[in-house]
């Protein structure tokens, strides 16, 4: 069976120096945001070309955190890509805020810039650019859109690991970067982590001071904040797996190039074809609207996808009265998109054999 992700060979490589680092661990004696959490903090904000980076507890955290340290108005609006993973969405509600959906665009699933303007209000402060499936947005015009009407840019980096375009790694472009370290993603813990980066000193040291119930000073609260903080066994194994995320990365890309050479079905819709610079692939994702059949055909050769996601945002049943309006593109991408096995722990011989099932599926 070809496993659309395998965490023990996927991470099996890493366990003996993790192991070796543990002894160190349990001599010293200090388990919450310790030296591992800070040294870890301080090589991933380095590799991200960013000043500052705080380890919290997960992914949703890391974006709600993000909007939170701005102190927006009430019911402040925040544009968001209409097809995205529910916790972006999530991250804007439970800040208080207001979630504006934009439709992508259809050929890369990524937030369509040319009708973020028209979405722009009085109440809009903020923009939630998502590099979904590992592809950076058009960050440049998300910039500019953001400086002329003087709005925050949060940047969900969850799936975008190391992807770079314009020499700026995602998560460095705007005023926050969100990143998810959930054991699936290009940089994997063993359980939910999360990271924000930052190159201001004043947000940073807000952050800080939030991620850890809002104290500077132990038992003195300045802020409301929460307790959100990265584990200390966490951050040891995410150090190690860092010095390794370029070569995981290329080695997705590499299988990428596969499917995007051999895959040759008239059913298929294969993705945009993007080099490293721009996608660290998280995800290959392929459209058919044969999907369901599509995925059964695999798995009868013994091959596992997944369907990244099923439902979009505003269909989900506890966001119906939420998120108000019509997404067809949205619609249309989350009803035919199928994730095919793109794992450090596949090997090109499995990704070929999977081309060549793909290709022999026939309607």
């Not at 709005?151 to 472009?173: P, R, S, V, W, Y």
């Amino acid at each position: 069976m070809i496993l659309y992700e395998n965490l023990q060979k996927l991470n099996q490589e890493f366990i003996p120096k993790f192991e070796s680092k543990l002894a160190d661990f349990w001599k010293k004696g200090w388990y919450i945001l310790g030296g591992n959490v800070s040294d870890f903090e301080n090589d991933f904000a380095k590799y991200n070309h960013s000043r500052y980076c705080l380890g919290v507890a997960n992914g949703l955290d890391a974006l709600f955190l993000g909007l939170k340290v701005f102190d927006f108005p009430e019911k402040s609006e925040v544009i968001v890509p209409s097809n995205t993973y529910i916790a972006t969405i999530l991250s804007i509600i439970n800040a208080g805020l207001t979630p504006i959906l934009v439709e992508p665009n259809i050929d890369d699933y990524l937030i369509n810039v040319s009708l973020i303007e028209e979405k722009i209000t009085e109440k809009t402060v903020a923009i939630m650019p998502v590099h979904l499936y590992g592809k950076i947005c058009n960050m440049s015009r998300i910039t500019e859109l953001a400086s002329k009407y003087d709005l925050k840019i949060i940047e969900d980096c969850a799936q975008a690991h190391g992807a770079t375009k314009e020499n700026t790694k995602a998560g460095a472009f705007g005023d926050i970067g969100a990143f998810s370290f959930y054991p699936t993603k290009n940089l994997g813990a063993f359980g939910d982590g999360g990271a924000i980066t930052t190159n201001s000193e004043e947000l940073y040291l807000k952050l800080k001071a939030l991620r850890n119930y809002g104290s500077e000073k132990k038992y003195y609260n300045k802020y409301i904040g929460i307790n959100s903080r990265l584990d200390e066994i966490q951050a040891i194994f995410l150090k190690i797996k860092l010095d390794k995320l370029n070569k995981i990365n290329l080695h997705k890309s590499k299988l990428a190039s596969i499917y995007n050479e051999n895959i040759n079905n008239p059913h298929i819709i294969k993705p945009v074809n993007s080099n490293l610079e721009e996608n660290v692939y998280h995800i290959y994702p392929i459209r058919t609207k044969y999907r369901s059949e599509l995925k059964e055909y695999l798995l009868s050769h013994n091959i596992q996808s997944e369907i990244h996601y099923p439902l979009a945002p505003h269909q989900q049943e506890g966001y119906k009265n939420i998120l108000l309006g019509n997404y067809p593109l949205s619609e249309e991408i989350h009803a035919t998109v199928l994730s095919l096995p793109i794992s450090y722990a596949n090997t090109t011989t499995e990704i070929e054999y999977v081309c060549d099932v793909i290709n022999n599926f026939k309607k």
